[in-house]
């Protein structure tokens, strides 16, 4: 039976409208105010915004990283991101040295089969063209981009695990433009910052906090600048994953100026943690926020959500990048070289943005879900996604703009012991969640089928500015 959403305000990119909305199987067919309910299951929608389902288009699920692997499966992990207001999150494929970007592929949808609870997609981390001249691995990027993966991922940082050189980039990216996908950078200056962290350990200094020491602004603002002219010589699109700071903001939005075509998103830790609160050096309970690009100095956070509203930053995504506390940060207990980088938060995303962007008056509800749907449907190829519109995937939010909520490791779904965010208070939070027409979540809780998400297939739309 169709499913009718009555008595509830939209939230669009560009409005806010009372409306209801209809959908049938898994399409949404009318958006508009008084549809007849005759027929319908009817859910009402009282008090409440309808919204598109979040998209979250950063997220490490099941990876193998720091010698150990991120906590969250493909089902604890989009099971998490659905209570948190996600229904599509777009994956990282790593493609180890020496092997094939299809064995890479291969083993991500190995682990994604069966486990993914919403819809997902993947970028192809490339870390190797092959011999020569490269032509096998620049032929296989036709291949992904047929297969769907229509965005690649190229490290700055790591060396000797994912980092890639400039001539590498620069043949990927020129590849890339060719066919119209976009190019996911982690911008830092992975050479200079292995350096520095290098006379750390020397002098003695392993406490987590000089992991946030050893990798600066400058060293992430250096990347940017030459992720961005890279991509321009390449004549390629350009995504700046996690910015953190105003150092590179000012990269980007000199780049942006200039006409050049670099997008960038940033994420809810740095915008609402900072190095003086979370990570003063006082107790190896800051390995917690032990992630990469690290927490900064609480005076960037202004210029960030500033970045938010004005556009030059168009995505909010959460790198979420889960490791427990007790037995995988623990890694690094007497060398912060050794804490497994990332920090979890696929399910708080929605929470954090709504609660200190909307509710403080820093972004409107419909900037909110630009952020957070829009954007990431229009620059990553998926145009049935993002928009409550005729003819698009029913993948709904009924968000109430009022619930307060607790945010805690004792109650969250994601698999880690502790939350960055742990005893906060935040008002606003999801009710239901429809995914492809599913009801998913109600009242706040999973209640869908284990491996009922689908993998999509992306279109290269060279991040939808072409
Ligand atoms: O610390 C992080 N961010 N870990 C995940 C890998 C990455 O750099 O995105
Ligand atoms: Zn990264
Ligand atoms: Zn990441």
Request: aromatic content about 6%; charged content about 20%.
């Given at each position: ?12 990119a ?5 409306s ?10 009318q958006?508009g ?16 915004l ?7 288009v950063?997220t490490?699920?099941?990876?193998p990283?720091?010698?150990t ?27 180890s040295r020496?092997h094939?970007?299809?064995k890479?592929l ?7 089969d ?12 490339v ?11 620049l032929a ?8 769907g ?17 400039d ?6 990216m020129?590849k ?6 976009l190019?996911?950078v ?22 987590p906090?000089?992991h946030?020491?050893?990798r600066?602004t ?10 961005i002219?890279?991509?321009d010589?390449?004549?390629a ?10 150092d590179?903001?000012r ?16 994420c ?15 107790s190896?309970d ?28 168009s ?16 890694l690094?207990?007497?060398?912060f070289?050794?804490i ?17 962007g ?21 620059i ?13 995937d ?14 805690s490791?004792?109650?969250h ?6 939350s960055m965010f742990?005893?906060?208070t ?13 009801l998913?979540?109600k009242d706040g809780?999973?209640i869908g ?18």
């Amino acid at each position: 039976m169709p499913t009718l959403i009555q008595n509830g305000t939209v939230v669009s990119a560009d409005g806010q409208r009372q409306s209801d909305v209809l959908f049938e199987g898994e399409t949404i067919s009318q958006v508009g105010p008084n549809i007849p309910s005759a027929g319908h299951t009817v859910i009402d929608a009282s008090g409440l915004l309808v919204m598109p389902g979040g998209i979250d288009v950063h997220t490490h699920l099941d990876m193998p990283f720091g010698g150990t692997v991120s906590a969250d499966d493909y089902r604890t992990g989009t099971i998490a991101a659905a209570v948190g207001g996600t229904t599509t999150v777009i994956d990282f494929a790593l493609q180890s040295r020496g092997h094939t970007m299809a064995k890479a592929l291969e083993t991500w949808l190995g682990k994604s089969d069966g486990k993914a609870c919403i819809d997902y997609g993947l970028h192809m981390a490339v870390t190797d063209l092959g011999p020569g001249d490269g032509a096998q691995g620049l032929a296989e990027m036709e291949v992904m981009v047929r297969r769907g993966i229509s965005s690649f991922k190229l490290f700055m940082a790591y060396p000797n695990v994912l980092m890639i050189d400039d001539g590498l980039m620069f043949k990927v990216m020129q590849k890339a433009g060719a066919l119209n996908a976009l190019c996911c950078v982690h911008a830092e200056n992975g050479s200079a910052i292995d350096i520095v962290v290098a006379q750390m350990v020397a002098a003695g200094k392993t406490a987590p906090h000089y992991h946030a020491h050893s990798r600066s602004t400058k060293a992430e603002a250096e990347a940017t600048h030459r992720a961005i002219a890279i991509a321009d010589m390449a004549e390629a699109v350009v995504y700046i994953v996690h910015l953190s700071n105003e150092d590179s903001l000012r990269e980007l939005k000199h780049a942006q100026q200039r006409g050049l075509r670099a997008l960038a998103e940033t994420c809810p830790q740095y915008l609402v943690l900072s190095l003086e609160d979370h990570m003063p050096g006082k107790s190896w309970d800051e390995a917690k926020y032990v992630f990469t690009p690290p927490l900064r100095k609480k005076h960037n956070q202004a210029s960030l959500w500033h970045a938010l509203e004005d556009g030059t930053l168009s995505v909010v995504s959460t790198d979420h990048c889960p490791f427990r506390f007790a037995d995988q940060k623990s890694l690094g207990k007497d060398d912060f070289t050794k804490i497994p980088n990332g920090g979890p938060g696929i399910e708080n995303r929605l929470q954090i943005l709504w609660h200190f962007g909307v509710n403080s008056g820093r972004l409107t509800p419909e900037r909110f879900v630009e952020l957070c749907c829009t954007a990431p449907a229009r620059i990553f190829g998926m145009p049935q996604k993002g928009v409550i519109a005729p003819g698009k995937d029913a993948d709904i939010l009924l968000w109430d703009p009022n619930r307060a909520y607790t945010i805690s490791a004792e109650t969250h779904c994601m698999a880690t012991d502790y939350s960055m965010f742990e005893g906060w208070t935040v008002s606003g939070n999801t009710r239901h969640v429809f995914s492809r027409g599913e009801l998913v979540v109600k009242d706040g809780k999973w209640i869908g089928q284990t491996g009922r998400g689908r993998f999509l297939k992306r279109e290269a739309n060279a991040g939808g500015l072409a």
